[in-house]
Structures are given as C-alpha cells and as structure tokens.
C-alpha cells in the first residue's frame, strides 16, 4: 500500500462574518494577512502593501477592469509578486491587483483563484484551515 501525502494545514483564522484569512508572505520579505476568497479570479493586495513593496503605483504592469459584488466595475493596476508564500505553498511570478479595502477588514489582501487552483485546495472553518 503507498503512503498518503500529508497535505499542508494552514493555520489561520475567522472574521467579519466567519472569513477565512491567512498569514502569507510576499516576495520573501512582507508578512501579510491574507483573506481567502475562491470568487476572487486574482490575488489582490491593498496600495499600502503595494508601496511597502516597492511598486509604482503609477507605473503598473498593466490595468484590469473588476466588478464588485454590488455591480460596480472599476479599474485597477495589477503588478507581479515574485513570488507568494502561504505556509509551505509558494506560487512564483504571480499576477496580483491592487484593490482598496474598508479599513475595518484589517487584511493586506485576498487570497484568489489564481492562488487557490495551483493546488488542491479546501477549507476546514470549524479549525479556521486552509
């Protein structure tokens, strides 16, 4: 009989309503909380991060057009991470939007499908895993 991989357990943890958010780390040099979002097509992380990163915010590599759940559509830049890293998962050269968010969500970003399909993703929410 073979052995079963052990798959990773992300540890993270629940709010605003019961969403999942992350620790990540992003081009090997910022921590950052992360909300897990499998309706989210692109990872995003707020200008603030953006900056701390060292993009010009004014210079991105190019500019998407997102659609919020209320049906409002803007555009927005999008710039490559060289690489995230949630716990032992780490995707290379990832595009990335940079999207406000309200304040009183306190995340740096979402964790999107363009994250999520690389791997065979599931969430446990009782335990708040990923």
Do not use: W
């Not at 052995?3 to 943890?13: C, D, L, V």
């Not at 949630?86 to 050269?93: A, H, L, R, T």
């Not at 740096?108 to 929410?125: A, P």
């Amino acid at each position: 009989m073979s052995a079963r991989r052990q798959g990773n357990r992300i540890p993270g943890y629940r709010a605003y309503g019961g969403v999942l958010i992350v620790p990540a780390l992003l081009n090997q040099k910022r921590r950052a909380h992360m909300m897990v979002d499998s309706g989210a097509a692109y990872c995003c992380i707020t200008p603030e991060i953006a900056r701390l990163l060292g993009y010009d915010l004014q210079r991105p590599m190019a500019r998407r057009s997102i659609a919020s759940a209320q049906g409002l559509e803007a555009e927005v830049p999008s710039f490559r991470l060289q690489r995230l890293q949630v716990e032992g998962s780490i995707v290379q050269m990832l595009e990335v939007l940079v999207v406000h968010f309200p304040p009183r969500l306190r995340i740096d970003g979402v964790l999107g499908v363009n994250f999520l399909e690389r791997f065979r993703s599931t969430f446990d929410f009782d335990t708040a895993t990923l």
